[in-house]
């Protein structure tokens, strides 16, 4: 029944999309090509491998749990959330949101290796001090369960590496490097090296690195951006016949696309036929960092990226046809009692205050701790948005609310837009809302939110339908710029769709979340514990 009612609302949701296009259900069977972006949605920092004929890819999530993503694809096109690294970090109660938060800190830039039968991950959080120091972890199976290996001294923006006579690196940094000792247990002190120095006019960033070994030969990839006039982001290659060097550079990708900017950092990685690809991310604004697939080709012993000019493609021929078309963004009916994959919380959630079977084939969200607002509240569940448009829709009973409790539906980010209920006594008030936060710079700790209602209206029943419509397209002539705009509706029968506010903005800052806009589920109490929102389903569609 609740299937039924989900694909139902999946018609009428699909009409209602930005410019009025359809798009198709998630389960529908893909076309023949690949598109760039490969991905249109917030999968920053990829590494890539491939175990016999499937792709495995590791994403930064940064303060979302599980954390480190694990996405599989058998064409470099589909892909789906097979599994994560971690449930949950607790080096610090910051990531509870505790005496700080850890937004835009976390896991980040993860590097992912097979070797010998086992998949190896290393992982180092964007943070100062205890908290920083690296990950590594092991499985047999990419969907895990990964088990941790070790722990040790930070390595920024890293890259785990096997070499063919067993002996294991991590570079790092911009062109460092030190051995581990076989077991992974820690580093072999005394074997730090600079490989290479940053030319003259390598002033900006240089780091993101990627080792890989071909035909006899060690390739660093990374990204490099000088910040001046003229200067743009790029990909470069240094490569050595030696680990230990000598490295020589060479600037393998250097394009815009899509009416969006100059893109780099990921990683190359061969198909089972024996062509390789490369898998670069580009900024857009917004939603956030997309990545995007291209060919790589051997040229004098260099892995040149894009097509014959080497500018990133429109499209990519698929390394296998006729997969079926799956998705890392999916609607949800709830009738699972585990929680789907395409789900993350906003830091460690509080077990006990959710629920997928207290009601069965709803969502519970409770409120357990009280708290000033939505950056402090536990359990903000998030699911990516995508472009070039997309919708979510919430069903949600509010007749559990209690006094002070805020619920809804909102684009998360630092600053958020969205749809607000407040319980105020026994009256239920629905906003328009827009919230932004302000972040100590040393441990995140929320400094001061401002919020503002834009428009308001009273509900008179506890059943709603709160929906949010992206637009991400670029903005014609607008230089590298998207439209990122999200509109709000709400609902009283799931059939007539009232919009509410006005056009909202959607933000990327990099210095305070540094992720893209977030489809995100609440309910928080403002002045006492214990009351929750049921949500019946979530409802998604993108257009294509």
């Known amino acids: 029944m609740k299937k039924n009612m989900l694909r139902t609302l999946a018609v009428t949701l699909a009409l209602a999309l930005p410019c009025g296009a359809a798009a198709d259900d998630y389960e529908t069977l893909s076309a023949e090509k690949t598109d760039n972006p490969m991905l249109w949605a917030d999968v920053p920092d990829p590494d890539v491998v491939r175990v016999g004929d499937t792709f495995y890819m590791v994403s930064t999530t940064m303060h979302l749990m599980p954390g480190a993503p694990i996405m599989a694809s058998k064409d470099l096109k589909n892909w789906e959330t097979v599994g ?114 940053r030319e003259a006019d390598e002033t900006g960033i240089l780091e993101g690195s990627r080792m890989i070994k071909h035909g006899g030969r060690y390739y660093l990839l990374m990204i490099s951006h000088v910040y001046a006039p003229g200067r743009h982001r790029r990909e470069v290659c240094y490569r050595a016949t030696d680990i230990q060097g000598p490295y020589e550079k060479q600037v393998i990708l250097e394009s815009p696309f899509g009416g969006f900017s100059y893109e780099a950092q990921g990683t190359i990685v061969d198909s089972p036929d024996g062509d390789w690809y490369g898998i670069i991310f580009q900024d857009r604004g917004g939603v956030g960092r997309v990545p995007t697939v291209m060919p790589c080709r051997w040229i004098n012993g260099w892995p040149m990226l894009g097509d014959e000019d080497g500018k990133v ?91 002070g409790d805020v619920a809804g539906l909102v684009a998360f980010n630092s600053t958020t837009g969205g749809l607000v209920v407040r319980k105020t006594g026994k009256k239920l008030t629905l906003e328009a809302s827009e919230q932004s936060v302000t972040l100590s710079p040393d441990n995140k700790e929320v400094k001061q939110v401002t919020e503002k209602a834009v428009e308001s209206v009273a509900l008179a029943q506890t059943k709603v339908w709160l929906r949010i419509d992206a637009d991400f397209r670029p903005v014609e002539g607008g230089g590298y710029a998207g439209k990122d705009t999200a509109r709000f509706y709400y609902s009283l029968d799931g059939e007539t769709w009232t919009k509410i506010g006005e056009d909202y903005k959607l ?31 979530f409802l998604y569609s993108r257009e294509q």
């Open 84 to 197: 994560y690294l971690f449930d949950r970090l607790t080096d610090s109660p910051k990531y509870d949101l505790l005496q700080g938060t850890v937004y835009g800190r976390g896991q980040w830039a993860t590097s992912l290796k097979y070797h010998n039968g086992r998949f190896y991950a290393l992982m180092a959080p964007n943070e100062a001090g205890p908290m920083g120091r690296t990950y590594i972890f092991t499985a047999e199976k990419a969907e895990g369960p990964w088990t941790l290996v070790s722990r040790m001294r930070h390595f920024h923006d890293c890259s785990l590496f096997f070499d063919d006579d067993g002996r294991v690196y991590v570079f790092y940094g911009t062109g460092e490097m030190m051995e581990l000792k076989p077991d992974l247990s820690d580093v072999i002190e005394g074997t730090h090296r600079r490989i290479f120095r």
């Open 313 to 403: 493609p429109a499209q990519v021929r698929p390394v296998v046809a006729g997969q079926p078309k799956t998705g890392i963004v999916k609607p949800d009916d709830f009738s699972s009692d585990k929680l789907g994959l395409h789900w993350q919380w906003n830091h460690n959630p509080v077990n006990e205050a959710w629920s997928l079977t207290e009601r069965e084939g709803w969502l519970r969200l409770k409120t357990s701790r009280v708290v000033d607002n939505l950056y402090l509240a536990p359990n903000t569940l998030t699911q990516r948005m995508e472009g070039p448009g997309c919708s979510g829709v919430a069903v949600m009973d509010l007749a559990k609310m209690r006094d």
């Open 507 to 537: 933000l990327f800052d990099w210095q305070r979340f540094f992720m893209g806009a977030k489809f995100g589920l609440f309910c928080y109490a403002t002045k006492k514990k214990g009351g929750y929102v049921d949500v019946d389903a």
